[in-house]
């Protein structure tokens, strides 16, 4: 489908959404002043769309607190695929997708949010060390609701700063008495993948009047795809030193690719519940959930070779406009290919969480309650990359061109390998006679390669990137008249640049929590209008063991005669190298493998070193694929050879069979410990007086943080890992005083005015503690062939201070039926304390020791004074609410609501504005329009969010996600009392992510796209 034809199809679908709410809300707007009885309604159950309704307004309406709901429409049946999907239909939430399934979740704006599993903190996969929740590993399946508080209840254990999310599980006391069992299986297909994926869940429930077990499961397999365009590694020249009269983006290169990410997921609820009597309820339950992530991409990358030097020299704009301060912002580019070459990587990540909570509840129809919890959760996730590179190029000598043959007075001496290696080619592969003292001998890397930088045109000034240029004819071993399209499409012009397996982590958290709380009840009113008061205490310990690390393999440890420069032998492992590629020589300073040859000038013997790779073809070692769809995101780049993903599921196995070894080497700047421990109490009153009622509570936190970071060293020879200098050991401690009000006001039985204030406290990510130190690096392409200095980057600093905020509350809520309601809510975030994105400079030496020049340091900073605003607006209707016989218009509902959330931070873009905080949307309004009779319903949803910001540049260029909007749709059809057969479709418009760079009003540059397929379920769910 076109560009234009999902706008159209988006448009389509978003105006027939919007007729659908119109409708209802005219029908409503006669209703909204009939008076509703409001007496308590005895139990009835009603599932599908409207008993979600049902619940959610409900909660909504009796909690002292701002808070919303999402409830399930059935027992294992949250409204939307995923829960992030389901919480992005909330007032106030903005979601973040990977790979088209919801992942992230952020409140008002900020991902400073506490997630909790019933009612206490919850160790997930995707939130071991992070604040921001990650729900990608929790089966929405298993959920029984989900709450969302955006003011702050002092009963609950932690709260976010911009909220909190509590996941609710179902319990054994919740069912009939009686055998209870519910399942559910689906097949699931993406419009592009086209892979059979699977979902398959269920509950068992059993009990009496004294006991009760359950045991819930979900097991899935699927197949996500994506595609993505667009630029990689950005920087402006002149931060390089490029001295260009206008400065210009020019990125490192740039990439097309498509992405399937196949994520397997099961996930364990079991849950036992015991009445001991005389008021005494014990309930013991776990929560296992699995998550095996493979993220497989293929794709062809276009770059300058990670040089430093050639930023802004191999990119020229052709077509641009002035973007401000001597700055372009550029429409197209010449592009001076120096390196062009097929790329396949495969990031695959293993993670388990186990949560157990024993949980005691006394409470025997009298004045006082008590509750006493102990939890205990530990988890792990390893996440591993692999990755090859097939390049198109002979690498031979030419001005301009990245090459191998670098020795400028004999330049047939390129790629140097040891006599075994070279027994395996014909003489007519060897570049010269020079026989090193070994045998060694110089090999034509990869004869069939193209010979000449390709000239490629990039134009980005439409809706997706068009290039050109790849049917030029250029030079090299195919033969006169070849273009580079030939080149792409011959499977023997390809030679492995490089294996690799880069940016793995390991990460290990545990969290022990114990916690009691108390509750008195008056008959009477303390004081004349305390009706309740509850106290507790807490004390909880979470730690985090982060390992970062590259795998590393030795090479030419027993080759016969293999020397090292000074003439002595080579270690007997080899040297330990990152990269396993062929432009790496074994040469550098910290160990050496190779033989002496023949000076070119003066015939005395001088060391040459081994290069690191053989030259190997695609098909050495692995499958190979033709690629000739990357989507519709992108267009003009011809088919290619590239290497499967699925050869680097597993990466270590994969490095060991071919190098002999797989090498962990830890990245010191991005491995630490980190501890927090909590101890709080709480005091809350409930009050009531008049119409006015509420409570007020103060939580007290002391703080104890433990943080042991790994100082860095020199960067280690062939690779871009530094050596580990030892530990450093910080500890601290702070106290935070905590309080909070919420009051509600009943103007009548179904008008309700809020107000809520608090004081929140959230420690921050925990990398953001214990990051350290981190130097980045980069081939000069110089004759001396060093490692440089690009960068540097540290990741933590354990004496920043936590995010701390003073919140404020209004709402005026008006319920008008079990499952309708309008809602108005003004907000105010003043945030004292936070932490962002901050760069410095700093000098570190070269491979070789000279310290030559002054680089970049990105770092995080504290910073203050932020703000966020707002106002939501929501309206929850169903027709049959407040027009009961109104035969099959009383079958529809209407679900929306509209958010204005502005913010702003310390940073300056550009321009010398205020940056808002990241990854904030100013609007976001979601419309769901639904249907429900005794057999069908159907639900149609559309979320839509306006521009937020993603990073920003180091030359201050924010670079901004433009607005998007989802489409989802469910049907489902009751075939029988207990079985119903349905229909899911998500992203249904197959919507597309754009990224671009903004410099001021009105002057923005493309930078890539993320495009999403579509996909659809068909499954039977039955309940007996």
């Known amino acids: 489908m076109s560009q234009e034809a999902r706008k159209t199809a988006l448009a389509r679908g978003l105006t027939l959404a919007l007729v659908a709410g119109a409708s209802q809300l005219a029908l409503a707007s006669g209703a909204f002043a009939q008076e509703v009885n409001d007496t308590q309604i005895e139990e009835v159950v009603v599932t599908g769309v409207r008993g979600s309704q049902i619940k959610s307004v409900d909660v909504k309406r009796r909690e002292a607190a701002i808070v919303d709901a999402i409830s399930s429409e059935d027992i294992g049946k949250l409204p939307d695929v995923t829960i992030a999907d389901s919480l992005q239909r909330i007032s106030g939430i903005q979601i973040q997708r990977d790979a088209g399934e919801g992942k992230t979740v952020n409140i008002r704006g900020l991902r400073q949010v506490i997630t909790l599993l019933n009612g206490e903190q919850y160790l997930s996969a995707g939130n071991m060390g992070e604040a921001q929740?990650?729900?990608?590993?929790?089966?929405?399946?298993?959920?029984?609701?989900?709450?969302?508080?955006?003011?702050?209840?002092?009963?609950?254990?932690?709260?976010?700063?911009?909220?909190?999310?509590?996941?609710?599980?179902?319990?054994?006391?919740?069912?009939?008495?009686g055998l209870t069992f519910t399942g559910a299986a689906e097949a699931q297909r993406g419009e592009r993948t086209k892979k059979d994926d699977y979902l398959v869940n269920g509950v068992v429930n059993w009990r009496n009047d004294r006991v009760g077990v359950m045991v819930g499961a979900a097991l899935s397999d699927s197949n996500l795809g994506n595609n993505y365009s667009g630029a990689v590694s950005l920087s402006g020249n002149n931060d390089w030193g490029g001295g260009f009269p206008s400065n210009f983006i020019s990125p490192h290169g740039y990439e097309s690719f498509n992405r399937v990410v196949e994520r397997k997921r099961l996930g364990l609820n079991a849950a036992v519940e015991f009445d001991l009597g005389e008021g005494f309820t014990l309930i013991a339950e776990g929560f296992y959930a699995?998550?095996?992530?493979?993220?497989?991409?293929?794709?062809?990358?276009?770059?300058?070779?990670?040089?430093?030097?050639?930023?802004?020299?191999?990119?020229?704009?052709?077509?641009?406009?002035?973007?401000?301060?001597?700055?372009?912002?550029?429409?197209?580019?010449?592009?001076?290919?120096?390196?062009v070459n097929s790329f396949s990587v495969n990031r695959t990540t293993k993670s388990k969480t186990k949560n157990f909570n024993l949980e005691l509840n006394y409470d025997n129809g009298g004045p006082f309650t008590f509750e006493a919890r102990a939890i205990r959760a530990d988890g792990d996730r390893l996440s591993m990359n692999g990755q090859a590179q097939g390049d198109l190029s002979n690498w031979r000598y030419a001005p301009g061109r990245f090459n191998l043959f670098r020795d400028a007075a004999d330049r047939t001496r390129g790629t140097f390998y040891p006599k075994a290696i070279c027994d395996k080619f014909t003489a007519a592969r060897r570049t010269n006679a020079i026989t090193g003292s070994a045998g060694g001998c110089y090999l034509d890397p990869n004869p069939l390669g193209y010979g000449q930088n390709p000239q490629l045109h990039y134009n980005i000034s439409g809706d997706h990137p068009v290039w050109s240029g790849f049917d030029r004819p250029i030079s090299g071993g195919l033969g006169a008249g070849k273009s580079l399209k030939d080149y792409m499409a011959n499977k023997d012009s390809y030679a492995i640049g490089a294996?690799?397996?880069?940016?793995?982590?390991?990460?290990?958290?545990?969290?022990?929590?114990?916690?009691?709380?108390?509750?008195?009840k008056f008959d009477d009113k303390l004081l004349g209008f305390i009706t309740k008061v509850d106290g507790g205490v807490r004390q909880s310990q979470?730690?985090?063991?982060?390992?970062?690390?590259?795998?590393?393999?030795?090479?030419y440890g027993n080759t016969p005669g293999a020397v090292q420069a000074n003439g002595s032998p080579v270690p007997a492992g080899g040297c330990e190298a990152q990269w396993k590629a062929i432009d790496v020589v074994m040469n550098q300073n910290q160990c050496q493998a190779g033989e002496f040859v023949p000076d070119p000038v003066t015939g005395l013997p001088v060391f040459q070193g081994y290069t690191i790779n053989a030259?190997?073809?695609?098909?050495?070692?692995?499958?190979?694929?033709w690629v000739d769809d990357l989507?519709?995101?992108?267009?003009?780049?011809?088919?290619?050879?590239?290497?499967?993903?699925?050869?680097f599921d597993d990466a270590k196995a994969f490095h060991e069979k071919v190098f002999g070894g797989a090498i962990r080497v830890q990245v010191p700047g991005q491995t630490f410990d980190v501890t927090l421990r909590e101890q709080s109490a709480y005091g809350a009153a409930n009050f009531e007086i008049g119409r006015l009622s509420g409570n007020v509570g103060l939580r007290v936190i002391e703080t104890e943080l433990t943080v042991k970071q790994n100082l860095t060293g020199d960067t280690r020879n062939y690779g871009d890992t530094n050596a580990d200098a030892g530990d450093q050991l910080t500890r601290r401690k702070y106290t935070d005083w905590l309080p909070s009000l919420n009051a509600t006001y009943d103007v009548t039985d179904n008008l309700k005015l809020r107000f809520a204030y608090s004081k929140t406290m959230q420690p921050l990510d925990l990398q953001r503690y214990g990051g350290g130190l981190k130097i980045n690096t980069s081939d000069c392409g110089c004759a001396q062939n060093i490692r440089y200095v690009t960068s540097a980057e540290s990741s933590g600093n354990p004496m920043l201070n936590p995010w701390r905020s003073n919140n404020f509350d209004g709402a005026v809520e008006y319920y008008f039926g079990r499952a309708s309601m309008i809602n108005v809510s003004a907000f105010l975030l003043k945030i004292n304390s936070f932490v962002t994105d901050g760069v410095t400079t700093g000098r570190f030496p070269d491979q070789d020791g000279v310290i030559r020049?002054?680089?970049?340091?990105?770092?995080?900073?504290?910073?203050?004074g932020g703000e966020v605003k707002g106002l939501e607006v929501g309206a929850k209707l169903a027709v049959s609410d407040f027009m009961p016989d109104a035969g099959f218009l009383s079958n529809f509902g209407v679900d929306t609501n509209y958010t204005y959330s502005p913010s702003k931070e310390s940073r300056l873009g550009f321009d010398g504005k205020e940056l808002p905080f990241t990854d904030n949307s100013k609007h976001q309004y979601n419309l769901i329009g639904w249907y429900q009779d005794d057999k069908l319903q159907v639900r149609v949803a559309y979320n839509y969010r306006t521009d937020r910001l993603a990073e920003v540049m180091s030359s201050a260029i924010p670079i901004y996600q433009k607005s998007t909007g989802y489409v989802d749709v469910n049907v489902s059809y009751n075939i029988r009392d207990?079985?119903?057969?349905y229909f899911n479709g998500s992203n249904v418009t197959g919507e597309i992510e754009d990224y671009y760079a903004r410099f001021g009003d009105g002057k923005t540059q493309y930078i890539k796209q993320n495009e999403f397929e579509p996909r659809y379920t068909v499954g039977l769910r039955a309940r007996w």
């Open 290 to 339: 699995k998550l095996d992530e493979y993220n497989r991409a293929i794709g062809i990358n276009i770059s300058n070779r990670w040089d430093g030097g050639a930023f802004g020299a191999w990119t020229k704009p052709t077509a641009s406009t002035s973007a401000g301060k001597n700055w372009l912002a550029v429409d197209e580019y010449d592009i001076d290919a120096w390196w």
């Open 499 to 520: 294996f690799s397996s880069e940016g793995n982590n390991e990460v290990e958290s545990d969290m022990n929590v114990f916690r009691a709380d108390g509750h008195y």
């Open 542 to 555: 979470r730690s985090v063991e982060v390992e970062q690390f590259h795998l590393f393999s030795g090479f």
């Open 133 to 177: 929740p990650n729900l990608l590993d929790v089966p929405s399946q298993l959920m029984n609701q989900v709450l969302v508080y955006k003011s702050t209840d002092p009963r609950n254990a932690l709260s976010g700063i911009s909220g909190t999310i509590d996941l609710r599980t179902r319990r054994p006391f919740q069912f009939g008495e």
């Open 978 to 981: 207990n079985m119903t057969v």
């Open 631 to 647: 989507g519709g995101i992108t267009s003009g780049i011809p088919g290619f050879w590239a290497i499967d993903p699925r050869d």
């Open 853 to 864: 020049r002054t680089v970049n340091v990105t770092l995080p900073i504290q910073g203050d």
């Open 615 to 625: 030259p190997t073809s695609l098909s050495t070692y692995n499958n190979v694929l």
